[in-house]
């Protein structure tokens, strides 16, 4: 079956850098799009980023020039490097599998699990 599990999620302070992965396994991990959202504290879903399968990458403008998604199709494999963090970027971080992306934006997610990412003085 299809499973996507994230890692990499922790507390860090304001300036700090984090790297999430989301190991994929169940389905054809090169043939498919993939993204990563985050919900803060009683807000609502955020898309924060896309990668094509051809590894084209879009980003929400809060995140661009600091988040870095890239992918690695022989590990099945989707990273999503944040650097300069700031204490609106806490959240649980959701990786998702998608039939393509607009943008920063999945059509049709499959959903992970989550992790959380805190970040804090």
């Known amino acids: 079956q299809v499973q996507l599990v994230e890692s990499g999620g922790g507390l860090v302070q304001p300036g700090g850098s984090l790297r999430l992965s989301c190991a994929a396994s169940?389905?054809?991990?090169?043939?498919?799009?993939m993204s990563w959202v985050r919900q803060a504290p009683g807000k609502g879903l955020e898309w924060v980023s896309c990668?094509?399968?051809?590894?084209?990458?879009g980003y929400t403008d809060s995140v661009k020039a600091r988040f870095i998604m890239s992918r690695d199709n022989d590990k099945s494999t989707v990273y999503l490097q944040m650097n300069s963090l700031k204490p609106e970027d806490t959240g649980v971080y959701t990786c998702?599998?998608?039939?393509?992306?607009?943008?920063?934006?999945?059509?049709?997610?499959?959903w992970g699990q989550g992790t959380q990412v805190t970040v804090s003085a």
């Open positions: 998702a599998a998608c039939s393509g992306c607009s943008g920063y934006v999945c059509y049709e997610p499959y």
């Open positions: 169940g389905f054809t991990f090169s043939n498919y799009a």
């Open positions: 990668i094509s399968s051809r590894a084209t990458t």
